[in-house]
């Protein structure tokens, strides 16, 4: 079974420079659709990590929900990051992600911010995923599709010492405390600056009726968990120790670039 799981992953070493890359600059006079659109071009050449972050869902939604488990224990929940990254290593250990809103991880994640703000309460972790896992990235991006995936047997996980789910064989998990509250993305005005009326007009369409706007999360890293391994059929072994990355809109990994 897992061997149709690895069938799309490709190596991504790139020795040739993208050429298109010449065209890719803007102007005063450039609109914000086409910058827009030049950036997307740009990262779709890069390869982004792919992670996924879990936390439990709020108590009132869970016990609402078509959940098998039994009222009053906590439903877990997840969602594939598009955007991760470490930001700092000193003073403090912090990263970085964004979700799209509304979410129910972003309510998430924020109703368990707000319920306990001790620096050292875990409220998420980040599970970084490997090669060997793009199945999983798919199911946690598509909660229409698999709105419950804790409870799927493909999907093999253990509770960390907070009682945070960690996906079995990832590469790497991270137990997470929030620094603070999350940050709009779709409106920039908090920070202090004078929106152009272009920008407003941006902002107007994004937050309003059926626009998706974005949040900036940023948390302290606690610790690294210890993950467990999957359980595994044999295929795909080489897999389960390097990246699960992002690129040309295809799930890939790395691979060690010949010597010239």
Not at 36 to 44: C, F, K, P, V, Y
Not at 163 to 189: H, Q
Not at 212 to 239: H, K, M, Q, T
Request: charged share 20%; hydrophobic share 40%.
């Amino acid at each position: 079974m897992l061997s149709a799981r690895f069938a799309s992953i490709k190596c991504v070493p790139r020795l040739k420079t993208w050429r298109g890359l010449l065209c890719l600059h803007t102007t005063s006079s450039s609109s914000i659709d086409k910058t827009r659109q030049h950036l997307r071009e740009l990262l779709r050449e890069t390869a982004q990590s792919v992670a996924v972050v879990t936390s439990f869902l709020p108590t009132t939604e869970s016990n609402n929900s078509q959940c098998s488990q039994p009222p009053n224990l906590p439903a877990y929940h997840g969602a594939t990051l598009s955007s991760f990254s470490s930001i700092a290593l000193d003073p403090l250990p912090l990263v970085a992600f964004s979700l799209r809103v509304p979410s129910r991880m972003a309510s998430a994640l924020r109703a368990r911010a707000d319920k306990n703000k001790a620096l050292n309460a875990a409220h998420l972790v980040i599970n970084v995923l490997s090669a060997a896992q793009p199945h999983l990235a798919e199911w946690f991006a598509r909660p229409d599709l698999h709105p419950r995936p804790f409870e799927d047997s493909e999907v093999q996980w253990t509770l960390s010492g907070d009682g945070l789910p960690v996906l079995s064989g990832a590469l790497g998990a991270l137990s997470c405390s929030l620094v603070g509250t999350s940050l709009p993305l779709a409106d920039l005005r908090w920070l202090g600056r004078e929106l152009i009326p272009a920008e407003v007009a941006e902002v107007q369409q994004v937050t309003g009726d059926g626009g998706l706007a974005s949040e900036l999360f940023i948390a302290r890293v606690l610790r690294v968990e210890r993950v467990p391994p999957a359980a595994s059929d044999g295929n795909g072994e080489e897999l389960r120790t390097l990246p699960l990355l992002y690129h040309r809109r295809q799930y890939a990994t790395v691979c060690d670039l010949a010597k010239s």
